[in-house]
C-alpha cells in the first residue's frame, strides 16, 4: 500500500529504487518487541529486571524529552555546545558525499546542525523503529532542505539489516548522538559497534555521542533531579505495564531508586518496593519483598581509553574526540579499522 506524508513515498522495500525522485520510507518491517512476554519473562527473574526500550511509550518519550531540558542533565546540552562549537571540523572528518545514517528519527536540533554543516552529503538516511516518528522527522526535514536526498528507513538497528543504495555516494557514516550507547551493557555495545562497522563497509565512520565518567555528585544529582522528571520518567514504566498488560500495579508504592556504581562504572536505575507487596501483569502475579527493587536501567560513563578499548574491540578507530571544556562528555569520529 503507497501512503504519503509531505514529500516522503512509502513504497514496500523492493519497489524502492524504482522512484528515484523521492523522498521515500523503506519499511523493513521490523519485528516489534513483545512488551508482554518481556516483562513477565523480566518481572520472573531472581533479580527482576526491565529492558530500557519499554520506557519510551508515548508519556515516556515526552518526559524524556522534558528531562533533556533540565539543569541538572547535563547531556544534551553539553553534546549540543560541542557541536556547535566544532560542527566545522566534524564535516570535515567525515568529508563530502555522505551517506549519512542517524539511528534514531532524526529530530533534534543536532541533527540539523550537522547537516547544514556536512560537505555536500549524498544522502541522509534516518533509522527508526517507529514508522510514525520517522515519517513526522523525515517530513519535517525535507520541508526545511528540500534539496537533500532523505531517505528514511523502518529498521531495528540492533539488528542486521540492508540501507538504501545512493549513488555517488563516497562513505557511509552513522551517527548516534546522545550517548545511547551507553544504555548498552558493554558486551552488547560491542555487538552493536561490531554490526555498524559491517554496515558501513571499508572506509565507513561513525559519528557518536558519548558520556564521560565524571564526578559522582553530577552524576547522582542528573539521575535525581529536584523536580522529579527522572522519577516519573521511570515509575511510568509500571503505569504503561498497567494499561497494556491489564496490570495493577501501585506505582505510588515504588520508589525511584537511581546511584553511581563506581565499581561498574554506571548510574542504575531501580523502582524500589517500598512495601511487601504483589502485583499482576500480563496474567501472571509476582510477589516483591519490602526492599526489593525492579533493574530498569543502565547508563554507562566511560573514560575515553576506556571507550578507545572499546571501540577497538568494535572494529573501529577513534580519530577524533571532542569535549567540552569541563570534559563532562564527548563527541567522537571512528573509522573502520
Ligand atoms: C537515552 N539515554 C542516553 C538516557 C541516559 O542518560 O542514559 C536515558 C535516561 N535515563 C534517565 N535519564 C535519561
Redesign the pocket.
Known amino acids: 500500500m503507497l501512503q504519503q506524508l509531505n514529500h516522503t513515498t512509502v513504497v514496500p522495500p523492493d519497489r524502492s529504487a524504482q522512484h528515484p525522485r523521492h523522498h521515500r520510507l523503506h519499511d523493513l518491517s521490523p519485528k516489534r518487541d513483545d512488551f508482554r512476554s518481556q516483562v513477565v519473562h523480566g518481572l520472573s527473574q531472581k533479580r527482576k529486571i526491565l529492558p530500557c526500550k519499554f520506557f519510551y511509550d508515548q508519556r515516556g518519550s515526552q518526559l ?1 524529552d522534558r ?1 533533556c531540558e533540565l539543569p541538572e ?1 547535563y ?1 544534551t546540552r553539553t553534546e549540543l555546545q560541542i557541536l556547535q562549537s566544532h560542527v566545522t571540523e566534524m564535516a570535515d572528518a567525515l568529508g563530502p558525499d555522505c551517506r549519512v545514517v542517524e539511528y534514531g528519527s532524526g529530530s533534534s536540533l543536532k541533527t540539523r546542525l550537522l547537516l547544514e554543516a556536512l560537505h555536500n552529503p549524498a544522502a541522509y538516511v534516518p533509522l527508526d523503529i517507529s514508522r510514525e516518528h520517522l515519517l513526522d522527522a523525515a517530513g519535517r526535514l525535507s520541508s526545511s532542505y528540500p534539496d537533500l536526498k532523505i531517505l528514511p528507513v523502518c529498521a531495528d538497528y540492533t539488528r542486521p539489516f540492508t540501507l538504501p543504495e545512493v549513488p555517488g555516494a563516497r562513505r557511509t557514516v552513522v551517527y548516534f548522538p ?3 550507547i ?2 548498552f551493557e558493554p558486551h552488547d555495545a560491542r555487538a552493536f559497534l561490531r554490526t555498524a562497522a559491517r554496515l558501513c563497509g571499508p572506509g565507513g565512520g561513525l559519528l557518536i555521542g558519548v ?1 564521560l565518567k565524571k564526578d559522582p555528585a553530577l552524576l547522582h544529582a542528573a ?1 535525581n533531579d529536584a523536580a522529579n522528571v ?1 522519577a516519573e ?1 521511570n515509575l511510568n514504566l509500571l503505569h504503561r505495564i498497567n494499561h497494556e498488560l491489564e496490570g495493577n500495579f501501585a506505582p505510588d508504592r515504588f520508589a525511584h531508586y537511581a546511584f553511581y556504581n563506581p565499581r561498574l562504572g554506571r ?1 542504575e ?1 531501580h523502582l524500589l518496593s517500598q512495601a511487601t507487596q504483589s502485583a499482576r501483569a500480563g496474567g501472571t502475579h509476582f510477589h516483591f519483598r519490602e526492599g526489593e527493587t525492579i533493574f530498569t ?1 543502565s ?1 554507562y560513563k566511560y573514560t575515553l581509553d576506556e571507550f578507545h578499548s572499546l571501540a577497538r574491540a568494535g572494529g573501529w578507530s577513534v580519530q577524533k574526540v571532542w569535549t567540552d571544556p569541563s570534559k563532562l562528555f564527548s563527541v567522537q569520529y571512528l573509522t573502520v579499522s
Request: negative net charge; charged residues 10%.
Open positions: 524524556f528531562m542533565y547531556l546522545g550517548s545511547t551507553g544504555n558520556d539521575y527522572t520518567f548510574i536505575m536501567e547508563s
